[in-house]
């Protein structure tokens, strides 16, 4: 047995793996799991009859006392659709949630412009139950959608006949 110990010149150096970086370079960044989007905008159907002309794919959820949140049918869109939507309304302030298998980004968007990073962790921790839910996934955005992809009878319309309004 050699009395060399790591590092010595006798054993080879074996450089650094980062295989989440060498894993980006051979297939790409990974997709996320969900996009999801916060705007100011409270006339949601008005803001889903927006959206193919845009070329955006989302399904656009009311949040009574904070506007709409848009959850993206392909979440690898998300950072497209906000650049696209909040330059098309360059007055609403947008936020990004981009969530991935260990973690939960956010992005603020103006008027086509990336502005400084939010915490999303506070943002959620003070907006209504719902915005959680659908970030997190426990909530499907299809039930509470309004817009031409929406049920008849979602969540939406229960909450307008003054059911299920427990936490909106």
């Known amino acids: 047995m050699s009395d060399e110990k790591p ?11 980062d295989f989440d970086a060498e894993f980006e370079k051979a297939f790409g960044p990974k997709k996320p ?10 006339q949601a159907q008005a803001l889903a009859a927006l959206l193919p002309g845009h070329g955006v794919q989302a399904h656009v959820v009311p949040v009574k006392g904070l506007g709409s949140v848009l959850v993206t049918l ?3 869109t998300g950072e497209q659709d906000v650049r696209t939507l909040s330059a098309a309304l360059p007055q609403a302030e947008f936020v990004l949630f981009t969530v991935g298998e260990e973690s939960i980004e956010g992005q603020a968007w103006v008027g086509g412009v990336r502005g400084e ?3 999303p962790g506070l943002l959620l921790s003070v907006w209504p139950d719902l915005v959680q839910d659908l ?9 509470h959608a309004v817009g031409p992809e929406a049920p008849r009878k979602g969540g939406f319309w229960k909450r307008r006949r003054g059911g299920d309004d427990e936490d909106r």
């Not at 590092?7 to 793996?17: S, T």
């Not at 970030?135 to 039930?143: I, N, S």
């Open 7 to 17: 590092g010595d010149p006798g054993e080879p150096d074996l450089p650094d793996f």
């Open 33 to 42: 799991l969900r996009s999801v989007v916060v705007v100011g905008v409270s």
């Open 74 to 76: 392909d979440p690898g």
């Open 117 to 119: 990073d939010p915490r």
């Open 135 to 143: 970030v997190l996934g426990k909530a499907d955005p299809a039930e």
